[in-house]
């Protein structure tokens, strides 16, 4: 028997997951520890991913800025939770030019920081607010267990910021932008998420409220896709970040941050991979429609290119794989690997009958269409296969969220992966406890109702309905 391809999800899905990520051309592991190089197929997903945000991103009224990677220590240490957050993870410059710095520079592992710092001086009246910058760049955190994608030293993000006028507008914000992320991840990404709050123990450093897009990987771990913060007036105060108001009142600014990161490639992965290799969503996918030329007969080739540029023509991103001196059996699997939404095979033989194959890689049917017409099918598949992977996504999410109210038998059963609906109290000791027994984090808080009266943790009163599970 041949050797599978791929390490099959059910044997090994750690292996499953580097396999995928190495035989699909994404990226592959850097020569500094923890760090990674995104491969072309890779980062041309990133790009339509960071294309397709940044027009959501603009359209709130956030401008794109770039600001300096390396941030004076002095900086991180002016909010006191922001600094002890991030002290683990942070890389330090302490020799520049031969010589030791006076002051070490910390690479940046977030810009909360150096962007308060300006918004300082660049607000000093109300009628500078709102302020909305928003980044595209690379961050560096000393990560302890790397993986590509998921958790590695320095990666690529996006990270927005934001000063207003009032609290109220600030709690604002935090909710619109969580609902961009969530809307680009269900239309975009075709990935299912659950928004919530974060509990205090997964609060970002600094913030009073965070707020997450939780998506259950289809090992049965959560991811955290994307968050948004409420600073409230933390950073203001740090920064001095002062406005006079209209009756010329000086008051200080209310602050946000959010941030998603290519993080999100290996939520895609996870979520629509499988044992043949990805399943790209149509709206991020490099080429949507491959058309495979199986001949090198010119007549065979100018049917090929003739559906080339009817599906360019219809704005579907298309390609002729030529490469006939390659097999077509290598051919074909290497697309399906790379997750291509649609494959379109022409030969000689399809050209004599006038038949083009069409195969769909999200449920791997094939079926023969006129010549004439396949263009049009395949351009007319993009919209279905999108829409039945978020489907396929959010049914196996709900099929794996249960309650649970009894927290010995929650103990057992959250080895086996899935998300569990629990009644908790709010108290934080309790999160330490969940975590130690069982390795197991709230993801976030939910609007729904609770499965018990008293906290699966602590058996007090309970106050929040949460989502819990193991997570990356």
């Excluded at 998300?419 to 069982?438: D, I, K």
């Amino acid at each position: 028997m041949a050797k599978a391809v791929l390490t099959p999800q059910a044997e090994d899905f750690p292996a499953w997951y580097q396999d995928v990520i190495a035989r699909a051309e994404l990226a592959e592991s850097g020569p500094a520890r923890g760090s990674m190089v995104i491969r072309p197929w890779g980062y041309a997903v990133w790009e339509l991913m960071q294309a397709d945000m940044d027009r959501r991103i603009k359209a709130t009224g956030a401008q794109n800025v770039a600001f300096p990677m390396l941030i004076p220590m002095s900086f991180l240490e002016k909010e006191k939770q922001h600094v002890e957050g991030f002290s683990p993870e942070l890389a330090v410059v302490t020799h520049g030019g031969g010589e030791e710095l006076a002051e070490p520079l910390a690479l940046r592992p977030t810009s909360e920081t150096v962007i308060n710092h300006y918004f300082a001086k660049w607000v000093q009246s109300h009628r500078d607010l709102p302020l909305a910058l928003n980044l595209w760049n690379n961050v560096v955190r000393w990560e302890l267990r790397p993986r590509l994608f998921l958790r590695t030293t320095e990666f690529l993000w996006q990270e927005g910021h934001t000063a207003h006028a009032t609290y109220e507008d600030a709690v604002e914000e935090t909710r619109r932008m969580l609902g961009v992320y969530r809307r680009f991840m269900e239309e975009s990404l075709a990935i299912s998420v659950v928004a919530g709050e974060k509990s205090p123990g997964e609060r970002f450093a600094g913030a009073d409220h965070t707020f997450t897009c939780e998506a259950l990987m289809r090992d049965g771990k959560a991811l955290q896709m994307g968050t948004s913060h409420n600073l409230g007036h933390n950073f203001a105060r740090a920064f001095g970040i002062q406005y006079l108001d209209p009756a010329g009142e000086r008051r200080h600014a209310a602050t946000t941050s959010w941030g998603t990161s290519t993080r999100m490639i290996g939520g895609l992965i996870m979520v629509h991979g499988d044992d043949h290799g990805l399943r790209l969503p149509p709206a991020i996918a490099p080429h949507q429609v491959v058309v495979l030329q199986l001949d090198e007969d010119a007549e065979v080739a100018g049917s090929a290119r003739r559906i080339e540029a009817e599906l360019r023509g219809a704005g579907v991103r298309a390609h002729v794989d030529d490469r006939t001196h390659t097999s077509f059996g290598r051919r074909s699997v290497d697309w399906e690997l790379k997750g291509v939404p649609v494959r379109i095979e022409v030969g000689a033989r399809e050209v004599a009958s006038g038949r083009a194959t069409l195969v769909r890689r999200d449920d791997r049917s094939k079926s023969a269409v006129p010549l004439a017409g396949v263009a049009g099918a395949a351009a007319g598949l993009l919209a279905e296969i999108q829409q039945a992977l978020l489907e396929q996504s959010r049914r196996f999410r709900e099929e794996h969220t249960q309650p649970v109210t009894d927290f010995d038998e929650f103990a057992q059963r959250v080895g086996g992966g899935g998300l569990f609906l629990a009644a908790w109290s709010g108290a934080e000791e309790s999160e330490r406890v969940l975590g130690e027994r069982t390795g197991a984090t709230i993801r976030c808080i939910v609007d729904a109702e609770p499965p018990a009266s008293t906290c699966l943790i602590t058996g007090e009163p309970a106050r929040h309905t949460v989502l819990i599970g193991r997570a990356y």
